[in-house]
């Protein structure tokens, strides 16, 4: 059974602009062991996105709807307490974009990580500190970071402490939200070593957001390209990467330095669209060097290429 299937899900705001579509009928699944890597541009709805899976929601949402299905449970369905009970940090736990910088600066560390386990578990606080210990050693911290203070740590060190606390009560899937984004590249890497160690040797699920599609191929298996609210292409990472279909993806990958050390990066001409009033039809139709008629008017469906290979365009239907 999967650890996640989202269906048709959908997050829109409420604004003094309007309803804002973060999130627009998005489907997918992840399968146990998974590192699922969603990839897009800055505001296209990859945070929006995994709190409608976690059920964080600011106070403005104005839609929330399809299926969030974990454990043969409807997070969208659920109420906050059963969700609370259920599956928040048990079932699926997140790394907050920017958590490292949230962490409570009065608060030593073990106790930050051991919290939920005393809230939510009703442990006693000796023992929920020795699992807290066994936590941070599991990241790669040494036990005696558990009596520090956040400011005492380095980026790096912080940044293990969150996923730590992601952990703490064994999850089966983690969504990690820009977990590097704010690190230097040589400690951005020892923290991909660490989820890829974690990956392999507990067999934890993963949701890996980046903008970076060069570092979300370092760790998924699929990769998931978001534009605009929806996923416009999903297939194995080997697939969208070598094999680009879906035109914003041919840019995204032209457009990343990392992958083609021998070409220069292009960029995407235009900007992505304001959510308050997203194209008509297809949402990259106005960036398109193949725009057609069609895609003007009607919104492509996901045409399924190759097998478990789906893309947004018409490009790939009947007379595309
Ligand atoms: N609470 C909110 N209220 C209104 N608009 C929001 C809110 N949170 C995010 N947005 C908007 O939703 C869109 C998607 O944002 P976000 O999910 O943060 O994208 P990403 O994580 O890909 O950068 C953006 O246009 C952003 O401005
Ligand atoms: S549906 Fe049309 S506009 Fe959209 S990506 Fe495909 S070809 Fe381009
Ligand atoms: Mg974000």
Redesign the pocket.
Known sequence: MAVLDIVNLRLY?K?LRGT?R?VERVSYRVEPGEALGIV?E????????ANAIMRTL?S?VEVYDGHVIVDGHDVVRMSEEEVRRKIRWRKVSMVFQGAMNALNPVIRVGLQVAEPLIIHEGMDKREALEIAREKLKLVGLPPEVSDRYPHELSGGMKQRVVIAMALVMNPKLVILDEPTSALDVSIQAQIMNLLKKLKREMGLSMIFITHDIALASDLSDRIAV?YAGQVVEIGSAEQVLLEPKHPYTQKLLAATPRLRADITPEFIPGAPPD?ASPPQGCRFHPRCPYVMDRCRREEPPDFEVDGGRYVKCWLYGEEG
């Open positions: 705001y604004t804002v973060a897009g800055s505001g296209c709805g990859k945070t929006s996105m600011p403005n978001m959510l």
